[in-house]
């Protein structure tokens, strides 16, 4: 009997972690826990979260009449869709990566935003959405191959002085694995939204529910790394921060529901170097720009000017 109950537990955990990992087509994407019913709530614990693969219709346009779309190379045969709005050569560079479930037209609002001051600028789908290829996504592990693989394709091919990395949520996980772990060399940082380690982001949409997390979040953390190939235990932005080489500032929410402020002051504390933190009241895990945007022109702006990064404007 509790032979065959903890097989069935280790499938029913197997199930949901390769649903938050895969991305499926015809589907809509199921609520955040917070907003669930009961029922919706059971339905999920018994039969996992509805993943559907980011896409968007909007055309490049919408980020200036300049923006173009392409393509460039990632690891291992990926394929890698963006898009790219240019200013001039002697302008720097901003690299966009988007959040979980999400693709590059979540950025435009900021890209938008640094147009306007004379930046050029990349948005980025990581592996598995828009227009990239593959259909599985590892919460920012992986995805520092595709932020690395982004800064050697501007690096050989696009025009620029220097160069800033912009990731939310998942994608400044993102980021910093990447400096930490491909030897990626931004001039500077700007992340938003970003969680301590991956257990605790597992953890919390558990709390979310009213369900204990133990041990069903580290069951999820084996089985997502296992379905996905990459070690789950080992994707913590807190330990990644204690290698970044240039300024960084953090944006947060106050409120934030899925990264706490607290983790996000962890990584913080663990940078060496120069570096800000900018707290929004009232904001939970959301962009700082919409909710935000004077105050945000205001961060952004002075923290790009003390890092000696400006544009022709």
Not at 108 to 129: C, E, H, I, N, Y
Not at 277 to 286: K, Q, S, W
Request: with cysteine.
């Amino acid at each position: 009997m509790a032979l065959g109950g903890f097989v069935a537990l280790n499938a029913l955990a197997y199930r949901h972690a390769y649903a938050m990992l895969h991305f499926t087509s015809g589907s809509t994407r199921t609520d955040k826990p917070e907003h669930l019913s009961l029922g919706q709530k059971i339905k999920v614990l018994f039969l996992g979260v509805e993943l559907p693969r980011p896409r968007s219709d909007m055309p490049p346009s919408v980020v200036g009449p300049a923006c173009r779309s392409l393509t460039f190379p990632g690891t291992n045969g990926i394929r890698l869709g963006a898009w790219y709005f240019p200013a001039p050569a002697s302008n720097p560079l901003v690299i966009l990566f988007h959040g979980y479930a999400g693709e590059k037209t979540g950025m435009v609002p900021m890209a938008k935003a640094f147009v306007d001051m004379g930046f050029s600028v990349l948005l980025v789908d990581f592996r598995g959405s828009g227009d990239s290829s593959e259909s599985y996504t590892t919460l920012g592990f992986l995805e520092a191959e595709d932020v690395a693989a982004a800064v050697r394709y501007a690096g050989q091919s696009l025009p620029h002085s220097r160069l800033v990395l912009y990731g939310t949520s998942m994608g400044a996980a993102a980021v910093l694995r990447g400096v930490a772990r491909q030897n990626t060399r931004p001039d500077a940082i700007i992340a938003e939204g970003v969680f301590d380690t991956m257990l605790n982001t597992v953890r919390h949409p558990f709390e979310a529910m009213g369900v204990p997390s133990f041990p069903s979040a580290q069951m999820l953390m084996f089985w997502g790394g296992f379905s996905a190939g990459f070690n789950a235990f080992d994707h913590n932005p807190v330990d990644y921060a204690a290698r970044v080489p240039c300024p960084i500032l953090f944006l947060h929410g106050s409120d934030d529901p899925r990264a706490r402020l607290d983790e996000a002051r962890r990584v913080f504390a663990a940078v060496p170097g120069a570096k800000q933190f900018r707290e929004f009241p009232n904001m939970g895990h959301e962009s700082s720009f919409i909710r935000y945007p004077a105050e945000w022109h205001q961060t952004v702006g002075d923290f790009l000017k003390a890092a000696g990064i400006s544009t022709n404007l």
